[in-house]
């Protein structure tokens, strides 16, 4: 049998594994709460101790603490929040909703640390409430991951994005609407738009921190400050934001902080945004992909590992499989933290530990899966130029080029003649003796019809129709 201690808390004695730095409260947790194989996430542990230092420090300075058991907390929060006990944290995101049981659990670990006269309660959480600063730890541990993390590697996919439109500006392609043949586009305009598209999902999420910047730190229990110094909550707010170097602020109104995760809700949307933009953007590469024989064939993805494991040869978009596949993950995670988030009932809500686990997992999963993406897959592809000019040859859509000259109703007449005869449009406007060889082909450029407004119609249909006899020819049959 492993060895045990016995630790006591307000409930009485409990045996917790001798080993172990946490204490009473957090074995409690163990037991009342073994649900799932989910762990309250570390950035979220880390960011509580980065609070405990803060408070110590801020304590300290107040005269609330001896000056030697603050230093003595402030140095062990510090080795928390830096990573060097992790194993100590082995709480289940599905506990207390409030995060009261792992804001012990850190009280706990950091006052075993400090030294046997260091009490969790009294001494770690001076000042502090789970209810203030388990809602801190969970801005704070989001406004870390997104700088670390999530806006680079977002910018890193934008800015693969931008070369490789610069690198295929002048391919060209038949763009599509509907799913169906449209006029013509270029294969870096397409990919520009990609990376416009995520220029937007990034500025949204740059505005949304803004909020989640503000912290609840002060307000205690519910929002009033009880049991704590007047100037507590600010001072530690500028602790933080010097040792982060984050924009901290603390929060206008402490009861709203407390009672509802607005600012959480809006930040999780930005990731919702972005998961849309992404799940767009990588569903029009995998078609562009399909094939290599039977599909568009437009792009060449990077051939990474085996496809199948019946049919010899085959490769699959598995980058592309991979990222949509966290973005619809992530717009769950959106509806269960919309949902979490609506739940505040007087003055606290109490799904914390869900709205902060999901939106760390959310932040995980989508700047591990546009890495991925970027490395794996964005940066290898190349473009099948002679399959796009074929399939652009063969559109009948350039007929919109004839519109200016001849008239809608008159275009249509060469498309459908086109279609129906299997023939080019070149073929259909000359049999129907619409135009001449020479007018098709000065009017039908591809290229010119990429940036109209540089190449302007000189004539419009409606002076030139006049001149085309509506009573011969094929064309008015």
């Given at each position: 049998?492993?060895?045990?201690?016995?630790?006591?808390?307000?409930?009485?004695?409990?045996?917790?594994?001798?080993?172990?730095?946490?204490?009473?409260?957090?074995?409690?947790?163990?037991?009342?709460?073994a649900?799932?194989?989910?762990?309250?996430?570390?950035?979220?542990?880390?960011?509580?101790?980065?609070?405990?230092?803060?408070?110590?420090?801020?304590?300290?300075?107040?005269?609330?603490?001896?000056?030697?058991?603050?230093?003595?907390?402030?140095?062990?929060?510090?080795?928390?929040?830096?990573?060097?006990?992790?194993?100590?944290?082995p709480?289940?995101?599905w506990?207390?909703?409030?995060?009261?049981?792992?804001?012990?659990?850190?009280?706990?670990?950091?006052?075993?640390?400090?030294?046997?006269?260091?009490?969790?309660?009294?001494?770690?959480?001076?000042?502090?409430s789970?209810?203030d600063?388990?809602?801190?730890?969970?801005?704070?541990?989001?406004?870390?991951?997104?700088?670390?993390?999530?806006?680079p590697?977002?910018?890193?996919?934008?800015?693969?994005?931008?070369?490789?439109?610069?690198?295929?500006?002048?391919?060209?392609?038949?763009?599509?609407?509907?799913?169906?043949?449209?006029?013509?586009?270029?294969?870096?305009?397409?990919?520009?738009?990609?990376?416009?598209?995520?220029?937007?999902?990034?500025?949204?999420?740059?505005?949304?921190?803004?909020?989640?910047?503000?912290?609840?730190?002060?307000?205690t229990?519910?929002?009033?400050?009880?049991?704590?110094?007047?100037?507590?909550?600010?001072?530690?707010?500028?602790?933080?934001?010097?040792?982060?170097?984050?924009?901290?602020?603390?929060?206008?109104?402490?009861?709203?902080?407390?009672?509802?995760?607005?600012?959480?809700?809006?930040?999780?949307?930005?990731?919702?945004?972005?998961?849309?933009?992404?799940?767009?953007?990588?569903?029009?590469?995998?078609?562009?992909?399909?094939?290599?024989?039977?599909?568009?064939?437009?792009?060449?993805?990077?051939?990474?590992?085996p496809?199948?494991?019946?049919?010899?040869?085959?490769?699959?978009?598995?980058?592309?499989?991979?990222?949509?596949?966290?973005?619809?993950?992530?717009?769950?995670?959106?509806?269960?933290?919309?949902?979490?988030?609506?739940?505040?009932?007087?003055?606290?809500?109490?799904?914390?530990?869900?709205?902060?686990?999901?939106?760390?997992?959310?932040?995980?999963?989508?700047?591990?899966?546009?890495?991925?993406?970027t490395?794996?897959?964005?940066?290898?592809?190349?473009?099948?130029?002679a399959?796009?000019?074929?399939?652009?040859?063969?559109?009948?859509?350039?007929?919109?080029?004839?519109?200016?000259?001849?008239?809608?109703?008159?275009?249509?007449?060469?498309?459908?003649?086109?279609?129906?005869?299997?023939?080019?449009?070149?073929?259909?406007?000359?049999?129907?003796?619409?135009?001449?060889?020479?007018?098709?082909?000065?009017?039908?450029?591809?290229?010119?019809?990429?940036?109209?407004?540089?190449?302007p119609?000189?004539?419009?249909?409606?002076?030139?129709?006049?001149?085309?006899?509506?009573?011969?020819?094929?064309?008015?049959?």
């Open positions: 049998m492993s060895r045990t201690r016995l630790e006591s808390d307000s409930f009485g004695p409990i045996e917790v594994p001798f080993d172990a730095l946490w204490g009473a409260q957090t074995a409690r947790s163990l037991h009342f709460f649900i799932g194989e989910q762990r309250m996430p570390l950035p979220l542990i880390h960011a509580l101790a980065w609070v405990k230092w803060a408070a110590a420090t801020v304590n300290g300075e107040l005269n609330l603490l001896d000056a030697g058991k603050a230093q003595a907390i402030a140095d062990a929060a510090q080795r928390v929040a830096t990573g060097e006990f992790d194993a100590e944290f709480l289940s995101v506990q207390t909703g409030s995060g009261t049981q792992s804001n012990m659990n850190v009280n706990e670990v950091v006052a075993h640390l400090a030294g046997p006269q260091v009490h969790p309660n009294d001494d770690v959480n001076l000042g502090q789970s209810n600063v388990f809602p801190s730890a969970m801005h704070i541990a989001v406004a870390l991951y997104a700088r670390s993390s999530l806006q590697t977002l910018a890193a996919l934008r800015s693969a994005l931008s070369a490789k439109a610069a690198a295929f500006s002048d391919v060209l392609k038949i763009g599509r609407t509907h799913l169906q043949d449209a006029t013509p586009i270029t294969l870096g305009q397409e990919l520009g738009g990609y990376e416009a598209q995520l220029a937007l999902c990034a500025n949204n999420m740059a505005h949304a921190l803004l909020a989640v910047q503000r912290l609840a730190i002060g307000g229990a519910v929002g009033t400050g009880l049991n704590t110094h007047p100037q507590f909550g600010a001072r530690v707010v500028v602790m933080l934001a010097e040792k982060l170097k984050l924009p901290l602020l603390q929060a206008d109104n402490l009861f709203a902080a407390l009672a509802g995760h607005e600012a959480m809700v809006a930040f999780h949307a930005s990731l919702k945004m972005l998961a849309i933009a992404l799940t767009k953007m990588a569903n029009d590469i995998r078609l562009m992909g399909s094939g290599p024989r039977a599909g568009l064939g437009e792009l060449q993805l990077p051939q990474n590992e496809g199948s494991s019946i049919m010899p040869g085959k490769v699959n978009p598995t980058q592309i499989e991979a990222l949509t596949m966290v973005c619809a993950q992530v717009m769950g995670h959106d509806a269960a933290i919309g949902f979490a988030a609506s739940q505040g009932h007087f003055e606290l809500n109490v799904y914390k530990p869900l709205i902060i686990f999901d939106t760390l997992d959310s932040m995980r999963l989508l700047a591990d899966a546009m890495h991925g993406f490395q794996h897959c964005l940066l290898g592809i190349t473009a099948n130029a399959r796009m000019e074929d399939l652009l040859q063969r559109s009948l859509i350039l007929v919109t080029a004839l519109t200016p000259h001849i008239g809608y109703d008159r275009a249509t007449r060469i498309a459908k003649y086109a279609h129906d005869h299997g023939s080019t449009l070149r073929a259909a406007a000359l049999a129907l003796e619409a135009i001449s060889a020479e007018q098709f082909d000065a009017w039908v450029d591809p290229s010119q019809m990429l940036d109209p407004h540089a190449h119609t000189t004539v419009e249909f409606r002076n030139l129709t006049s001149k085309i006899p509506t009573g011969t020819g094929l064309l008015n049959r």
